[in-house]
């Protein structure tokens, strides 16, 4: 059984209910039948019935439950919890009326807040920022965590390295340029995701263009800095090292050559990347060139499970993510 597989799997234990608030997008509704289909996740969808049934073309979305903010008998709690939320940024009610019924994704997250959905996906025609914004500011960050990060788990095909192929890439769609305790969070909340994810051992490689000193320059410093700081805040028993090259991190020959002692060279499942860049370019190249599947940018670090899409994103790919966020939600309680 392969990775999602397995995640469509421990969703349909415990059915979460997920808001698709993208409803003006074709892919919304491809991803809804199949979702409810399958049984994995209950489903909100944001909108009217007209709009819907306008927007919805031949798909069977029988089943999912549709909200419209201008007649749902919660909106007006909806409302007054954003105005106290948002009251010293001067949110008034008028301004938060306006906000819930005409920014759908805002909707959906106050939904989320206000326990009547377990999480949310959307991005599939929202930018990174667009779908991030309200959960920043009504959900906030967990607690406990230091920052807001996204990864992406890559399944590639025929690959007996990572875990059986499978990898959590991160931050590959939202910390610009970490520093060294930022890059540190990173490594430790993926580490996190990736055994929860997969429920096998994380094993995190700090990845550069230098492995073990073999290059001298800050870009390396810091990655070898965000290694200790990681080090010393890591779980007990949580493998994780690092600076490493690529090759170095994955390839069990040449981590062994290159970083011989290192109990992660060559068998690294967990990539942390230097910045966004290099995270974003190793992911499509891995997505496009491999043929890999990649899920995400899923977040971690938010108070409550919402996850991003890439918006060149398919309906299969929406599948996918609204099941990995049942089962984030499914770890929440």
């Known amino acids: 059984?392969?990775?999602?597989?397995?995640?469509?799997?421990?969703?349909?234990?415990?059915?979460?209910t997920i808001v698709l608030p993208e409803t003006e997008d074709i892919r919304t509704y491809e991803a809804a039948e199949a979702v409810l289909k399958e049984g994995t996740a209950n489903l909100i969808l944001v909108g009217?019935?007209?709009?819907?049934a306008k927007n919805k073309g031949s798909f069977d979305i029988t089943g999912a439950t549709i909200v419209?903010?201008?007649?749902?008998e919660k909106t007006d709690a909806y409302i007054a919890k954003l105005v106290e939320l948002r009251q010293k940024k001067g949110m008034t009610e008028e301004q938060a009326r306006e906000l819930l019924l005409?920014?759908?994704?805002y909707y959906g997250v106050m939904m989320v807040k206000m326990k009547d959905a377990d999480g949310m996906v959307s991005g599939a025609c929202h930018s990174t920022a667009d779908t991030l914004r309200p959960c920043l500011q009504i959900l906030k960050t967990k607690p406990g965590t230091k920052l807001v990060s996204a990864f992406f788990v890559m399944v590639v095909p025929d690959c007996d390295m990572g875990a059986d192929g499978t990898f959590v890439f991160a931050d590959a769609g939202l910390e610009q340029n970490p520093d060294p305790e930022k890059l540190a969070a990173i490594a430790l909340s993926?580490?996190?995701?990736?055994?929860?994810?997969?429920?096998?051992?994380?094993?995190?490689?700090?990845?550069?263009?230098?492995?073990?000193?073999?290059?001298?320059?800050?870009?390396?410093?810091?990655?070898?800095?965000?290694?200790?700081?990681?080090?010393?805040?890591?779980?007990e028993g949580l493998l994780l090292d690092g600076e490493f090259q690529l090759d170095a991190a994955i390839v069990p020959s040449v981590g062994a050559s290159k970083a011989p002692g290192s109990p992660v060279a060559g068998k690294a499942n967990v990539l942390v990347f230097p910045d966004l860049d290099a995270g974003n370019i190793g992911y499509k190249l891995v997505q496009r060139l491999a043929k890999a599947e990649a899920y995400?940018?899923?977040?971690?670090?938010?108070?409550a499970p919402v996850n991003d899409l890439s918006r060149g994103c398919s309906a299969k790919d929406i599948e996918g993510v609204v099941a990995i966020t049942a089962v984030q939600a499914m770890a929440e309680e």
């Open 102 to 105: 005409t920014n759908y994704l």
């Open 296 to 303: 995400g940018p899923l977040t971690q670090g938010i108070a």
């Open 190 to 235: 993926s580490a996190e995701s990736f055994g929860l994810l997969t429920e096998k051992e994380p094993i995190v490689a700090l990845l550069s263009h230098s492995t073990k000193g073999s290059a001298k320059h800050a870009d390396v410093d810091k990655v070898v800095e965000a290694t200790r700081i990681a080090k010393e805040n890591a779980p």
């Open 48 to 52: 009217s019935e007209e709009e819907i």
């Open 1 to 16: 059984m392969g990775f999602i597989d397995e995640i469509k799997a421990k969703a349909k234990t415990n059915k979460k």
């Open 68 to 72: 419209d903010p201008a007649t749902y």
